[in-house]
């Protein structure tokens, strides 16, 4: 699963302020990095990057680069031109090639006096690395109208590098693999969607060939994409934070020895074709219990990846079970095979976001007592079945009887995969899967994360600092200040709440906005594109487009481009406060209903009430009964501001704000 939720690494970042002395075996881990390589034999080779069908960017020199035996001759031909260099003493070599302009496709062949490697079907365009959590890893092919985007991805100069999820302690120079791919219907359903409409986008308005590195993985912080010096950590601390993390995994696997015994590595409720544990007539009276929805992680499984299975049952009458059922069982991460009364009805694999929905036949069915079976296999991060209570039932004759309760549970095989903890080490997740990219030119970057940092509003604070030192820090690596670095601010999500208040989503948000003091930034609003039951909205088609408008504002200076409105200053006359607004383009007007809404107003007790609020050019008028003295003004201030309705005539909705400080 593309986990939800990751390590608190800012608690673990304040437990390392008196760091341990690490031990020899992690001294010698963390000096590995700044030992002198050894000069060995080696055959010749290129960076992953170098591959068929890639994208350069353009109007820059780009170097190439790669490994051979130190001292062997290296010539590189490039559409007929040549280049000579050698490997130097550590085992490397480079060739800057001089800017081009957009255009391909063009060849490349390096050689060395033992062997040739050739990369074909180059393009020459801008190139976006894409990055972030699930939001930005989620699949086109998951996409609300993904089915149709595939289909029509007929345009070969939209190309992905899909950079694999991987990690390391120490920065690594070289990735773990990946490979580029051309956007049509075989390959196109595996690209980032939110990358995919962006590019989309881009070569309608630029027509240059795009490339989109994808370096994401779900329910991942901030901290692990950041370098060890934007984190203030030292070698100590590093070292610290290995040993903690090594002591965590020992007591993951103790804990799950005390509630397993023996961890089984195969399952026996599945072999040989059979399925014994999903025989309606099976005694589960020894097998365990378990709240469904829940992650098993939750129930008392931390830690564990592999298979188990679930178990309940249903009554039906005659007739019901004469015309069929529909049968949902919610969420279930990532895989499932599903019986009723040992027949199998449905099964899905890797679909870890997609609610299972079965229509049961009457031949499976029977009058009184129905048992299903639930096989589930969690390849990493949560496991289980989870999500929302309501997508749990028996559909029969129109009406759905509710399936959430307690279900029993057995464990088939454990595959303890601690790998996917990794990724909320702080810096793990950069030394093994950015480093490795910083040599390579690029236009910008787009960055679609921060919901793992707004659980606590300590750490929806935290990032108005971590975020701006990391877009500071991935520009410094990349050799370029004003590298363009473009985000999503995170949408609404989560139940409507009836009354103001707080919000850590709210105040993540305004982390993420303070960013824009930053030169060459630039933010698309979603605030209207999220869905309340799902940290995962479909809609990526409008994310990538408003990226997209931002980008040609911010990286390819196209003037009069729209922009959503932003805040400027309030004032306040008698029990009314003006707030003055910058559209972003067009004018301000309201979507939806007659009434503006969204707004909140407090006086000097700081309690906010639902206000009142007009649009009066580009400034909003905002009011209440309820406070004679207003002092500060919010809007669209809370996880899922429902009913927030200013945009400005272009489309583009309000950015979320406040006035105050609180």
């Known amino acids: 699963m593309r986990a939800l939720h990751a390590v608190p690494t800012l608690a673990l970042l304040g437990a390392l302020a008196v760091p341990a002395s690490p031990t020899p075996a992690v001294r010698r881990r963390l000096t590995l990095g700044r030992e002198r390589p050894v000069a060995v034999a080696s055959p010749l080779r290129i960076s992953r990057l170098f ?53 391909g496709p063009h060849a490349m062949t390096v050689s060395s006096e033992s ?48 950079v694999p999820r991987s ?8 990735l773990a693999g990946g490979s580029w791919h051309s956007a049509d219907p075989a390959h196109a359903g595996s690209f ?25 993985w779900g329910g991942t912080r901030i901290e692990s994409w950041m370098r060890a010096g934007a984190l203030h950590l030292d070698s100590a601390a590093l070292a610290a934070l290995i040993e903690r993390d090594r002591a965590d995994e020992e007591k993951i696997l103790a804990g799950l020895r ?41 129930a008392g499984y931390e830690g564990m990846d592999g298979i188990a299975w679930y178990r309940t049952s249903f009554e039906l009458t005659a007739d019901e079970a004469r015309r069929g059922v529909r049968l ?53 991060g949560g496991g289980g079945i989870y999500g929302d209570s309501a997508l749990l039932y028996v559909e029969t004759n129109g009406a759905r009887r509710p399936l959430a309760g307690s279900w029993k549970f057995r464990v088939g095989a454990v595959s303890v995969s601690l790998e996917s ?37 300590s750490d929806a604070v935290a990032y108005r600092t971590l975020f701006p030192a990391m877009i500071t820090d991935w520009r410094a690596a990349f050799g370029n200040a004003r590298m363009p670095f473009l985000w ?27 960013a824009l003091a930053l030169p060459a930034t630039g933010e698309a609003v979603t605030i209207d594109l999220g869905e309340a039951n799902d940290i995962h909205p479909k809609n990526k088609q409008d994310v990538g487009s408003r990226l997209a408008i931002v980008a040609s504002r911010v990286a390819y200076g196209r003037t009069g481009t729209a922009a959503s409105p932003k805040f400027r200053r309030m004032t306040r006359r008698a029990s009314r406060v003006i707030i003055e607004m910058a559209p972003g383009g067009g004018s301000l007007t309201l979507r939806g209903d007659s009434t503006l809404a969204g707004f909140a107003i407090a006086g000097a007790d700081h309690r906010f009430v639902r206000a009142q609020a007009m649009i009066d050019g580009d400034r909003v008028v905002v009011w209440s009964p309820e406070v004679a003295e207003p002092v500060a003004v919010r809007y669209a201030w809370a996880d899922n501001p429902a009913g927030a309705n200013l945009y400005n005539s272009r489309g583009l909705p309000a950015t979320p704000f406040r006035t105050d400080a609180w």
């Open 51 to 103: 591959g068929d069908g890639m994208v350069i960017q353009r109007g820059i020199r780009v170097p190439v680069w790669g490994r051979g035996s130190p001292g062997a001759a290296v010539q590189l031909t490039f559409d007929g031109r040549r280049y000579a260099t050698s490997v130097d003493s550590s085992g490397g070599w480079v060739v800057t090639l001089p800017a081009m302009g957009a255009g």
């Open 115 to 162: 062997s040739s490697l050739t990369v074909s079907d180059i393009l020459v365009g801008d190139v976006w690395i894409c990055s972030g959590q699930s939001n930005m890893e989620f699949a086109l092919a998951d996409a609300s109208n993904g089915a149709s985007a595939i289909a029509a991805a007929h345009d070969s100069a939209i190309r992905e590098f899909k």
């Open 167 to 174: 990690w390391a302690m120490t920065p690594d120079p070289e």
């Open 192 to 216: 980032t969607a939110v990358g995919y409409f962006f590019a989309r986008e881009l070569r309608q308005r630029e027509h240059v060939p795009i490339g989109l590195i994808n370096a994401t």
């Open 258 to 298: 005390e509630r397993i015994g023996v961890l089984p590595d195969s399952d026996a409720g599945f072999a040989g074709g059979a399925a014994p544990w999903a025989d309606p007539s099976l005694d589960d009276a020894r097998w365990g219990a378990i709240p469904v929805p829940a992650l098993w992680e939750s």
């Open 328 to 380: 949902g069982l919610g969420m279930i991460d990532d895989s499932d095979i599903s019986w009723v009364n040992g027949v199998q009805v449905g099964r899905m694999t890797s679909q870890w976001n997609v609610a299972r929905r079965y229509d049961v036949p009457p031949n499976a069915l029977r009058a009184g007592r129905n048992v299903i079976a639930v096989r589930v296999e969690d390849t990493g």
């Open 421 to 457: 903890r990794k990724s909320g080490l702080p810096t793990a997740l950069y030394n093994k899967m950015v480093n490795p990219l910083v040599r390579f030119p690029v236009k910008g970057v787009i960055w679609y994360q921060g919901e793992a940092n707004a659980d606590q509003m």
């Open 488 to 514: 999503v601010q995170l949408p609404n999500y989560m139940a409507p709440v009836a009354e103001p208040g707080e919000s850590n989503w709210a105040t993540l948000r305004e982390s993420q906005h303070a």
